[in-house]
Structures are given as structure tokens and as C-alpha cells.
């Protein structure tokens, strides 16, 4: 079993920068995948950006050049550098871990990015 826990959100203003942080225990494989997913009101759920255990990372188009990803496989623990918000960011952030064909999700933290 693999439990995520995700901390670091809250409210913001337009322009500014929050760190979220997403820590794995469990039964964490050393060849893994990790990522932030976020859903806004009313909309799906989408990719924003992802990091291999070798540190190769991917974004999506909408976050690249504000935010970046990283982690410390030591801790089992990634991060989200999130700056530059935008209203458009407000959503709920999932971290995300794919290892041996299992995705698991963590629950979720809420980031309110206030005009």
C-alpha cells in the first residue's frame, strides 16, 4: 500500500508563489513516476506536470516557466514551486505516484489563487 499526503496549499494573491509538498510512505518502488494533477471547479482533472526518479521532468503548456517540480527520493517527497499565480490557477492539487501499473492519488490540497 502506498499512502500520499499532500500539504503546502492555501490563499494567495495574483503574482505570488506557494510551495506545495507531497510525501510518499509505503511500499515505494525505487522506478517510479511522480506528478501534480489539479481539477478547478466545474472541470476535469488534468496533467500539469510530472518527474521520473531520475529527475526527468514534463509540463504542461498552461504551468511551464512558473512552476517546477523536483524531489527528494531520499524522502520520498516532491515538491511543487509554484510561481507567478494566476486566478486560473485556483484548483484543488492531487499528487500523484505511478509505480508497477498502480496509479495512486493523494487527496488533494486546496490552492485559491485571489485578483
Known amino acids: 500500500q502506498v499512502q500520499l499526503v499532500e500539504s503546502g496549499g492555501g490563499l494567495v494573491q495574483a503574482g505570488g508563489s506557494l510551495r506545495l509538498s507531497c510525501a510518499a510512505s509505503?511500499?515505494?518502488?525505487?522506478?517510479?513516476?511522480m506528478g501534480w494533477y489539479r481539477q478547478a471547479p466545474g472541470k476535469q482533472r488534468e496533467l500539469i506536470t510530472t518527474?521520473?526518479?531520475?529527475?526527468?521532468?514534463n509540463y504542461a503548456d498552461s504551468v511551464k516557466g512558473r512552476f517546477t517540480i523536483s524531489r527528494d527520493n531520499a524522502k520520498n517527497t516532491v515538491y511543487l514551486q509554484m510561481n507567478s499565480l494566476k486566478p486560473e490557477d485556483t484548483a484543488v492539487y492531487y499528487c500523484?505516484?505511478?509505480?508497477?501499473?498502480?496509479?495512486?492519488w493523494g487527496k488533494g490540497t486546496l490552492v485559491t489563487v485571489s485578483s
Open positions: 500523484n505516484l505511478d509505480q508497477g501499473g498502480i496509479r495512486y
Open positions: 518527474i521520473t526518479a531520475g529527475g526527468y521532468t
Open positions: 509505503g511500499s515505494i518502488l525505487s522506478i517510479n513516476v
